[in-house]
């Protein structure tokens, strides 16, 4: 989320027609036109953040500025060329990384969370405990996870680390409560 995606098309020598067909989360179907007799593009009901990217040293593309997470959905490639017919197919899936934060509850012990990741992170402590993590959805498909740290046995330290695995990165962040 929030980075540029491009997505490139199957190119042949002598094409008339390059057609890109988008169904995504956001709804409705985009379409993006180039046909060469006329030298001509069209779009249909796509954001403003979609568009060709056309460039001489590659094949044209779609590119997709500062995607969000109403971009996650199929893309369609269709050419129509002197060789034929050719079609790419594409589905995007957007990871969106979790914010995290530490603190202390009114008992003292430290509260990890992880905000509105997708798909959920994954929280785990050192030193090592048994706490379960709860998950909250939320209707942009992004879910945050709380856990709460519960020591099997103190070690003489007072410090705890939340360690964060999510596949857009992993983090870390230390708390003495």
């Known amino acids: 989320a929030g980075d540029s995606s491009i997505l490139t098309c199957l190119f042949k020598e002598h094409v008339y027609m390059l057609t890109w067909k988008i169904t995504s989360k956001a709804g409705g179907l985009c379409t993006l036109v180039y046909r060469s007799d006329r030298n001509m593009t069209h779009r249909g009901n796509c954001s403003d953040n979609i568009n060709w990217k056309f460039r001489a040293d590659?094949?044209?593309a779609l590119e997709i500025q500062q995607v969000g997470i109403a971009q996650e959905g199929n893309y369609s490639c269709e050419v129509a060329s002197s060789e034929g017919n050719f079609h790419t197919m594409y589905h995007l899936t957007v990871l969106a990384p979790p914010r995290l934060s530490l603190s202390c509850d009114e008992q003292g012990s430290p509260v990890c969370e992880a905000a509105a990741g997708k798909p959920p992170a994954q929280l785990s402590w050192l030193p090592e405990s048994s706490s379960s993590a709860e998950e909250k959805c939320h209707h942009?498909?992004?879910v945050t996870v709380v856990s709460?740290?519960?020591?099997?046995s103190t070690n003489g330290t007072n410090v705890?680390?939340?360690m964060v695995s999510h596949p857009a990165g992993n983090w870390s962040q230390s708390i003495a409560c």
Do not use: I
Request: hydrophobic share 20%.
């Open 148 to 152: 709460k740290f519960t020591a099997r």
């Open 58 to 60: 590659l094949d044209p």
């Open 160 to 162: 705890t680390t939340c």
């Open 140 to 142: 942009n498909g992004t």
